[in-house]
């Protein structure tokens, strides 16, 4: 057990709708980073928080946003979902930049 | 721009054989390597990593990393392969040193088989 958390385990939607993922980090980490994992394109980072704030952005659609609660849960807002955005979405955290990345299970999201 | 290149996407062995994956990556600045494992409807398990001390890093279940400047490389391996080892390899670089955030920069990853 990573103690970082995710929820849900798994989702199923229809096209066009709209999704939350959250992320509870392993207590007292500040850095959150979301990353998908798809066949065809691997594992790739999405986006940063740390401390509540936008730390650094990667291959994140514009449909796709997050944000870092104060009390450094983390929440993935998929909307007008697509069927490529099917994926594993998954949620790490650790104690800051320059310490290893803790991941949690994973998020299965299935548009159907 | 850090990249990394993960040579071969499936690897077999026997039980009890070396296991050698392969990683080559790209960095402009001094490289945080990471090598993490993921098993089946599992998330990402941290194997080892390599932060500029030692440059022969021991990690967790006998894998160890080899991290050579030269070659540009960190492989990975393990004496003897148990059939537990079966499992998805990531090999990660890190972005600290340059903008500075930890966010990983993944291979496509390997697939290890091993056989009976």
């Known amino acids: 057990d990573s103690g970082v958390t995710q929820t849900p385990k798994h989702l199923i939607t229809a096209t066009g709708q709209r999704v939350t993922l959250r992320c509870s980090p392993r207590s007292g980490d500040l850095s959150v980073y979301w990353y998908q994992q798809s066949l065809d394109q691997g594992l790739q980072f999405l986006i940063q928080y740390y401390n509540g704030e936008e730390r650094a952005k990667g291959n994140i659609l514009e449909r796709f946003s997050a944000q870092q609660f104060p009390d450094l849960h983390s929440e993935l807002n998929l909307s007008s979902l697509e069927l490529g955005d099917s994926a594993l979405y998954f949620c790490a955290s650790s104690a800051n930049v320059n310490t290893e990345a803790f991941f949690g299970q994973g998020t299965r999201l299935t548009v159907v | 721009a850090q990249s990394v290149t993960q040579l071969g996407s499936h690897v077999s062995v026997s039980e009890g054989a070396l296991v050698l994956l392969r990683c080559n990556y790209s960095s402009s600045v001094p490289p945080y390597l990471f090598w993490y494992v993921q098993y089946p409807n599992q998330g990402l398990q941290l194997l080892l990593k390599y932060t500029s001390a030692a440059t022969l890093v021991k990690g967790i279940n006998g894998f160890e990393a080899e991290f050579k400047k030269s070659e540009t490389s960190f492989h990975l391996t393990k004496p003897s392969a148990h059939m537990s080892d079966a499992a998805e390899y990531f090999c990660?670089?890190?972005?600290?040193?340059?903008?500075?955030?930890?966010?990983?920069?993944f291979g496509q990853g390997t697939t290890l088989q091993v056989k009976p």
């Open positions: 990660a670089v890190s972005d600290q040193g340059s903008s500075n955030t930890g966010k990983l920069i």
